[in-house]
């Protein structure tokens, strides 16, 4: 699976839209973007994915630049309880490699008042 | 749909003792994921398995640790005679059959801690 790159962390105020960079420049053709987070102790939760177009649904919008290299994750209003770890994950959907997925070290996004 | 179900979600173990940890997959999903996460670390793929088979252990310590997945029950995560480094937080993830870019749903997790 292609290498992601995400800043460590980032903050944002709450009631306005947080943006979430992912770089995965060598990303291939047949590979997905994931975005889960991680709120403090629970487990992992899906938000998003998408190949190509730009995806929304009632969590996050999910914008795939053209070329593919990079995405960005949009949390259209965020709230105190979006504070949480934020992972990019590049993923081949390949019968063998069944669904795992491999995680990074994530952005760590601190919503404030 | 009660989602994916871990248990214990806390367990306590002394060193040299065994830990046992459960995971009842989504209804309807065939595949489990292990996932370990030490304090203050990431997530860690441990092992995928589907009913009675193990299809890709890669992530998981050579000694002291399996996992199973049997015809009826739930996936068992099994750590023989545990030390303090197992302590940790352990996750188990399901999918139904692979087809397109199936997401993983997770549980709560199972903390361990080893005296």
């Known amino acids: 699976d292609a290498k992601t790159t995400q800043p460590t962390s980032m903050d944002c105020a709450e009631g306005r839209a947080a943006n979430l960079p992912c770089n995965h420049s060598?990303?291939?053709?047949?590979?997905?973007v994931y975005w889960y987070r991680q709120i403090h102790s629970q487990g992992p939760q899906y938000i998003i994915h998408?190949?190509?177009n730009n995806e929304t649904n009632e969590m996050a919008s999910l914008i795939i630049t053209e070329d593919r290299k990079s995405s960005t994750l949009i949390l259209p209003h965020a709230t105190l309880r979006d504070t949480a770890v934020y992972y990019c994950?590049?993923?081949?959907?390949?019968?063998?490699?069944?669904?795992?997925?491999?995680f990074g070290g994530g952005t760590r996004v601190l919503v404030k008042p | 749909n009660a989602g994916v179900m871990q248990n214990p979600r806390h367990l306590v173990r002394r060193r040299g003792q065994e830990a046992r940890l459960r995971c009842s997959p989504m209804?309807?999903?065939?595949?489990v994921y292990w996932y370990r996460q030490l304090p203050e670390e990431g997530l860690k793929f441990m092992v995928y398995?589907?009913?009675?088979?193990?299809?890709?252990e890669s992530g998981m310590p050579k000694e002291r640790f399996s996992a199973e997945f049997p015809k009826e029950g739930p996936s068992i995560l099994r750590i023989q005679q545990v030390v303090r480094g197992d302590s940790a937080a352990y996750f188990c993830?399901?999918?139904?059959?692979?087809?397109?870019?199936?997401?993983?749903?997770f549980g709560a997790g199972s903390r361990l801690t080893v005296l």
């Open positions: 993830a399901s999918s139904p059959r692979i087809a397109g870019a199936n997401v993983l749903t």
């Open positions: 060598t990303i291939s053709g047949n590979e997905y």
């Open positions: 998408g190949l190509k």
């Open positions: 994950i590049v993923r081949v959907v390949e019968r063998a490699a069944g669904n795992k997925l491999t």
């Open positions: 209804k309807g999903h065939s595949h």
């Open positions: 398995l589907q009913k009675e088979n193990i299809i890709d």
